[in-house]
Every structure is written in structure tokens, then in C-alpha cells.
């Protein structure tokens, strides 16, 4: 059999959207959205209710040592490889009732369709809610333990208190010191597939229904302050000043000139800046950023990061400071399996909806599961590209699409490396 | 008699010094420096000190419903005016011994040398302590109180809780609404000399003793607060943002620009900038800043402010935000009086030491009291110009200098105007 011999099977468009309808309600905020921080509360009230579902679908649940939750249905093959669809349940405070949700559900529809249909794959499909995706605690926890790429320190160092993150763990039934055994043996994957919303408005500018993604863009995250001297505003000559704000201003300025001039394809944002001593009459001596950047391509992506660094010591010197850096987070460049891509647009051609090749620029659990095991992620449109607010949407035939695309490439990527 | 019949008098500079060795214990820090932060328990320990030097040397205690503290030496006509001599004795935090100190303790030894000599003067000279001249609770609140210019709502309005400063005062036996009774009738008054130190480095760097000062910068300061729309920084097109931290940093840069290319004599600084929700992966949507602007010349002044409002508006427009505007304190660019001016610049020379006319760009009482009697400012050096820290150093050769040139001044402005 190959995924083809498959082809007028369908996911239930109904029972997905009811799930939906009561996942929606964990977490539901006043504005129509959720919020479900990873181990919060509503974070682990949404674990409960996707164990339930699980276990009333007569699926086999499985959780590990991250706090990932599974729901497995078993080839016939004892030694089979595991193919793994999912994303996450967890969500920003006041975020859509999309982001993450939608590629859990449809994983769990997914199974639910294949068992019902009564087929038998040559490797196990596991469907799984990754812990912490959206970084509340850390970016990519679950998907992180799962391929060892956690760093030793990722719970403790010297610079930052991670005593609450370490206790939220402990109250999910997660102890710190375990996460380590969450590490899986890649020679027991067959791949990895995610379903996702877009988060930006190419598809749905486009009027396309799918996106496939290609690779994920690289993300690196520093922290910088540019020191002076806080001196009398009212009688330091303008020209005599060691303006650690100006100093600031002019390197966010210049940052994001640096990137729409120079490396198309690369993103710029800084998302803080802290001033002291912030008051009356006093030129401030210190001004704390906080930035991230991006880039789909890998050589870019360094050379980009490269110059923005010195850019930092550029205008430090041109206005009298210090500067002192830190890396926060890098992640690198990740490229989807070709295979993956390819059985991708295949089923699109045969479901007949129009697709699309891409790059994401959000940072998604495939991109971590992409250096473990092959994977492909499968994009649908956000109407107007909004997402991470109460307004995130997407059309429900699309989260249909999608999910039946899923269904289609899981069935298609199993039969075939199975 | 005239001033220059005293010729040969002069302060007892070891009294003086004296006096500033006690003063300086009092909220010292462990830099060298003083804490007095105004109505603090430092501030009104300091008080009670001058309270006891002003009985300790026979001389009358006064003090208003503002706070202010005076020593009164009666002329013999109880209808003579008064000639006020004065400055602060609060601090900034972790500021400097000198400024205002040195003005108060240099009114207090002018008294006690005029009432030493056995002159009688035909006005009343009264040595003063203005209360808040640093601006911890209200900017010179004071000197603003004793003439009538404190605004209704200095201690209350809709934007923010006054309940801590209205606390202060009542501490400090000063019930806020009794405040306007400081007010005092400008007929009544002769004039006012304030001794202060530069806080810049002209006249160190002249090598000059003595500063006249001609007018005191006006001094505006504004809110601005950037709106625009929180999206997810990976997923946004650089081009497609409403970065309020991007249009803030522009707005700091060019007004920057602006102040030095167009305005000669003028004078900006943005103190504060704070950004929302300045978190992880998402552009900000806020961008609070506050800044303030100085010029010596009231239409320049007026201008510039002007141009700072507009760039405000074109910066907003050119990155799609909004930009919400709240005025926070304007000054008006003072004169001090043409005859304190040259009565200031009479004395240098009679007395040997060197002088110049200059601007103030730092706020003082002088300010306040300029616009309701005729004032007359004198400065001496500050090492390197560094104020406002404890490494404020002005060399004891020119306290003495400034202390004989205030007692010389208000001597000649005395026997002219009484």
C-alpha cells in the first residue's frame, strides 16, 4: 500500500471542531482569546482534557519526563519507528485560540481517522503537545528534552533566579532533574510532521490555502547596555555628553536601517529598553536593550549578527560609552526534510488546494525536531496575519485543509519510509 | 553711606568653613557626598541646624507656611523693605555638599558679619532656605510658594497620587493647604541675591572666579507617549510595523539633530524611556518617553518647543503610530535685574577677583524670585563642572570669593535701594 491507495479518506471536520469549541474554553480570556502559560493552571487543565480525549478515543497516552504528552496508536510492528505529528497547547498570555491548538488537534484527529478507517501503518503515530513552546519558562522545553538540545544550564546560572521555574516544574509533576530522560534514540523516529497557522499574512495575501515550509529562520537574542555618565542635563554642554539613551536611540535606529538596507530576508526588532537613572534633570548613564534577529538563510544570518554587534561598539564609540553584550538565545537556521516538503505539495496537487513553498519566521517545535529527526511543517493562513492577540483567525475551512493535509502526508511519508 | 564705604569688610571665612564642615555630616553618604532629599528626616535635621546657627548668632528665626527658613537682621526702620539673600539647603540624592548649600551658609555669614560690624542697613536682610528647590516633591516649591506662582493643583490632580507629598508636608509641619500663606507682598521686598555654584565648567575653564549671571534658561518638559500595535516580531514585516520603540528612538536621535544644528543655545535631554510590553518576540506597542528643553532666549525658547512638538507628530506619522503629549513643567526664561547685574560686576573689581557675564541653564530660586523682585545671581567655579554627585568640589578660595561678593552686593544694593 502506499498513501495514494488512501486517497478519499477524511478527517471529521466535526469532531475536530468540537474540540476545538471546548479547548477554547481553557483559559478563554474576556476577549475572546486564551491565555495558557506553560504549567499554568489552564496549561495543565488543557493536558488533563487532551488525556481525556486520548483516553476516550482509545488511544494509548504516553507522557515523558518534559511533561510532553502523547497519544500513540500502535503499528502491528513491535519495533516499528515512530512517526510524530503535534505542536503545542500552551499559548502567550491573552493569545489566539489557534497558535499551537490547531496542529495538536489535528494530530489527534489524525489518529482518530486512521483508527477508525481501520488502517494499520508500518510505524507507530504518535500525536504529541510539546511543553512550553512559546518560551513562558523556556523556548521549546518539550521539543528541546526530547532531542537532548537543552543546555545543562537551562534551569540554573548565576545571573537569573530560575527558583520559580524550577518550582512550576515540581507542581506539574515534572522534577528538574528528570527532564534529561525525555532525550528519545532518533534510529526510533520516522519523522516529525507539524501543523501550524502562518502568523503572517503571505498565504492570506496570497489567497493560497497552504504553505510549505522549507526552512525556519535562525534566531539569535542579545541583551546590551550602553553605559556613560549621568551627569545635570541643564548644564552639560550637548556636545560634551555621554548620553547612554542617545547612544541607544541611535543604535535601534541605525540596527534596523543596517537590516532593510543590507540583508533582505532578515528581521530586526528590539523588544525593551530600561533606562537609569531615569529622572529629573539627569542625562542617563545607562540604557538596557534587549533585541532579537532573524534570518532564513544560514551564511546571512551569521554575517548579519556579526555586523550588528559591531554596529553596538560602532555607537558606543561614536557617543562616549561602554558597551557590554550578552547573549540570550540562538537558534540556528533549520531546514525541512526534502522528502517531507515534497510528499507535502504532493498531497495538496491531490486534495486540490493551492500551496505554496516558505520560510517561517516564527521559531516552531519542528525547527528543534528538524536536527533530530525528518521533518515538514505544514502552514495554513491567519486572516490578516495577526496572531499572538485575542484577534488571531483563521478560517475554519482552512483548519479542515490543513488537517486533512496532515492526514494525507502522515499516511503518504508512513506507508513510504515505514 | 554707600556700599563702598564698607570697602574693607569681609566674611569670616574660618566661620564659614566651619559651618560647612557641620552642615555636610548631615545626611552624608558613605562617597563623600550628602542625601538631603527635600522634607526628608536629613533635610529637616539640617534645618534645625540653621534654626540653631541663626540663634546660636542673636539673630531672628523666621519661617513661612511653605517651609522656607529665614534669619532676619531688622533695619531700624521698621518699615524698610527686605533684601533677601538665599538658596537651598535639600540635595538630589546621593548629590554633592555644595550646591545650595553654599548659597545658605554665605547668607547666614553675610548677616553675621553685617550685624558683627555694628552697620545698620536701611532694609531689612534676611537670609533664606528655600524649601524643594531640588525638585524631590515639586520644583521650587519654596520660592514658587513665597511669590504666589505654585499652580492650583501642585499637590493634587487626576494623573497621580500627591497622598505620599501631601504626607511629606504634614511631617514636615507644613499643612499643604496653608501653603499659599507663604505668598508675600513684592512691596515689601528689596530684591533677592542668590550665591550659587556654576554646576558647568565655563568658568573653571576660563580660569575665572566669579560668574554674573544675566538670565536663567526657561525650561520645558513633556510626556510623549508612542501607540502602536504589539505583533509577533519573527512573523511582521519589517516594512508592515507600528514599532513604538523604533519611532521613539527616531524621535530622541533627531530631536537630538535638530536641538544641535538649528538651536545654538539651546539645550535637550530625554531622561526616561519605558516600553510595552517589552517582551519576548513581540514588538512594542508603547514607547513612553519624557524629555526635557532649555534656551536662554524666551522666543528661541518658544520655537524650539514648538519644533519639538511637530517633530513628535512627523515622527508618529512617518512610523504609523500615535503619539499622546502631556506638558509636565514649563519655566520661563528669567533676566535677572540689570542693576544686581552691574552692582555684581562693580564689586569683582573693587575687590580684585575676575568675572563674566553668563546664562544659567540650571533652574534656580533665583529663577522664581526674578519675576516678582529684582534679583541678581552670582556664581562661582565647580571643579571639571560636576555636579549633582559627591565629587561636586568647588575650591574653597572661591567660596570666600563668592561669599565677600555676595556681602559687597548686598551691601551696595542695600544702601542703594533702602
Redesign the interface.
Known amino acids: 500500500v502506499t498513501g495514494s491507495d488512501y486517497a478519499d479518506i477524511r478527517i471529521n471536520a466535526d469532531r475536530l471542531r468540537e474540540d476545538f469549541a471546548e479547548l477554547c474554553e481553557i483559559g478563554a480570556t474576556i476577549h475572546g482569546g486564551v491565555s495558557r502559560l506553560a504549567l499554568s493552571n489552564e496549561d495543565l487543565q488543557a493536558r488533563a482534557w487532551l488525556d481525556r480525549r486520548f483516553q476516550h478515543s482509545g488511544i494509548e497516552v504516553r507522557d515523558d519526563d518534559a511533561g510532553n504528552l502523547s497519544g500513540i496508536l500502535r503499528s502491528e510492528n513491535p519495533d516499528a519507528r515512530t512517526l510524530i505529528l503535534g505542536s503545542h497547547l500552551d499559548t502567550?498570555p491573552d493569545g489566539g485560540c489557534y497558535d499551537g491548538s490547531v496542529g495538536v488537534l489535528a494530530a489527534l484527529e489524525v489518529l482518530r481517522t486512521i483508527r477508525d478507517a481501520g488502517i494499520t501503518l508500518p510505524v507507530h503515530l504518535e500525536a504529541i503537545d510539546f511543553t512550553d513552546e512559546e518560551?513562558c519558562w523556556h523556548?521549546n522545553l518539550g521539543s528541546g528534552a526530547l532531542t537532548g538540545t537543552l543546555t545543562e544550564n537551562y534551569n540554573s546560572d548565576r545571573d537569573r533566579d530560575y527558583g520559580p521555574f524550577r518550582a512550576a516544574l515540581y507542581r506539574a509533576g515534572i522534577p528538574p532533574n528528570n527532564i534529561h530522560k525525555a532525550r528519545r534514540d532518533p534510529a526510533t523516529l520516522a519523522g516529525y510532521l507539524e501543523l501550524h497557522i502562518?502568523?503572517?499574512q503571505r498565504l492570506f495575501e496570497a489567497g493560497c490555502d497552504i504553505g510549505v515550509i522549507t526552512n525556519i529562520?535562525g534566531?539569535s537574542?542579545y541583551q546590551m547596555e550602553f553605559r556613560g555618565e549621568?551627569?545635570?542635563?541643564?548644564?552639560?554642554?550637548?556636545?560634551n555628553r555621554q548620553?547612554a539613551?542617545?547612544g541607544?536611540?541611535?543604535y535601534?535606529?541605525e540596527a534596523?536601517r543596517l537590516?532593510?538596507e543590507c540583508f533582505p530576508g532578515g528581521?530586526?526588532?528590539?523588544?525593551?529598553?530600561?533606562?537609569s537613572p531615569?529622572?529629573?534633570?539627569?542625562?542617563?548613564d545607562r540604557?538596557n536593550v534587549v533585541w532579537?534577529c532573524?534570518h532564513i538563510d544560514k551564511e546571512q544570518m551569521e554575517i548579519m549578527e556579526g555586523r550588528l554587534l559591531e554596529l553596538a561598539k560602532e555607537q558606543a564609540t561614536v557617543h562616549s560609552l561602554d558597551v557590554w553584550v550578552k547573549r540570550l538565545v540562538r537558534t540556528s537556521v533549520a531546514t525541512m526534510a526534502g522528502r517531507a516538503v515534497l510528499e507535502i505539495e504532493r498531497v495538496c496537487e491531490r486534495l486540490g488546494v493551492s500551496s505554496m513553498r516558505m520560510a517561517s519566521?516564527?521559531?516552531h517545535d519542528a525547527q528543534i525536531m528538524s536536527t533530530f529527526t525528518p521533518s515538514g511543517m505544514i502552514f495554513i493562513p491567519s486572516v490578516g496575519?495577526?496572531?499572538?492577540?485575542s484577534r488571531e483567525f483563521t478560517e475554519w475551512r482552512h483548519v479542515i485543509q490543513g488537517a486533512n493535509v496532515l492526514l494525507h502526508s502522515a499516511l503518504g511519508i508512513a506507508t513510504e519510509v515505514g
Chains 1, 2 share one sequence.
Do not use: K, W
Open positions: 502567550v518560551g523556548p502562518e502568523q503572517s529562520a534566531r537574542s549621568a551627569c545635570h542635563s541643564g548644564t552639560t554642554a550637548m556636545e548620553d539613551l542617545l541607544a536611540s541611535t535601534i535606529v534596523h537590516i532593510r528581521m530586526f526588532n528590539c523588544e525593551n529598553l530600561a533606562v531615569g529622572t529629573f534633570n539627569m542625562i542617563p540604557a532579537d532573524r519566521y516564527a521559531g496575519g495577526i496572531s499572538h492577540t
